[in-house]
């Protein structure tokens, strides 16, 4: 038999769900069935991520605004507030399809209002991270590769050959990265490295963006090509 030892290992069969540890701990699913009890429609959690990923992404900007008072705690204050926000557009993305489907909400339109709001919450939080940074434009760049990273996934499926959320920059890894670098910031803001930190942070997620964006590219041909 051929084989080719130094070929790429083959990567994990697609899936139709994002895989979260959470969604299968006790804690995630008593609220979720407390959400669908209320009810909250998976719909309207949807859209509160991006009100979050907004309020985050202004927290990071304002640490740079130039018409604020520079205070340390003040700014420490904003960081920490932007890195929890972050992390409740992630509790929302959990929620909206826990909701959605163990909680019997979803709807024919569900599919748009769980990608699209995803990207402008990328954007608000990754654009904002740049302002923080000092260097706006890294951070539209990594919205950009955000974006990019998501369609190449999305397009695989619309091709036929099936999502595949690998990283190693997916969004819940990129929103991990945001979440460290906002409280190393935080701390950072003593000794003025904060920024460093920012554009460090940012540099990283386009780095593992690019490779992600090409390991999903080459694995949707792959599998088109091998059907």
């Known amino acids: 038999m051929n084989t080719d030892e130094t070929s790429e290992p083959t990567p994990p069969p697609p899936i139709s769900r994002r895989p979260i540890k959470a969604r299968d701990s006790r804690w995630a699913a008593k609220i979720a069935a407390t959400l669908a009890r209320v009810p909250v429609k998976p719909n309207t959690i949807s859209i509160f991520s991006v009100v979050f990923a907004a309020i985050a992404g202004a927290c990071f900007a304002a640490t740079a605004c130039p018409c604020r008072s520079p205070s340390t705690i003040a700014t420490a204050v904003l960081f920490i507030c932007g890195a929890a926000c972050v992390q409740l557009r992630l509790l929302c993305n959990l929620f909206d399809g826990m909701v959605a489907v163990e909680g019997g909400f979803k709807t024919k339109s569900g599919e748009v209002f769980n990608e699209l709001p995803d990207r402008f919450a990328d954007a608000f939080i990754l654009i904002g991270l740049g302002y923080a940074s000092s260097n706006a434009t890294l951070g539209c760049i990594a919205a950009v590769l955000a974006v990019i990273t998501a369609y190449v996934r999305a397009l695989g499926a619309s091709a036929g050959a099936g999502q595949n959320f690998m990283g190693p920059m997916a969004k819940q890894h990129r929103m991990a990265v945001v979440t460290i670098a906002a409280i190393l910031c935080a701390l950072a803001l003593f000794w003025?490295?904060?920024?460093?930190?920012?554009?460090?942070?940012?540099?990283?997620?386009?780095?593992?963006?690019?490779?992600?964006?090409?390991?999903?590219a080459r694995w949707v041909i792959r599998t088109l090509e091998n059907k």
Request: proline share 0%; charged share 10%; aromatic share 4%.
């Open 192 to 216: 003025s490295w904060h920024a460093q930190i920012a554009t460090v942070a940012l540099g990283i997620m386009i780095a593992g963006m690019l490779v992600t964006i090409a390991r999903r």
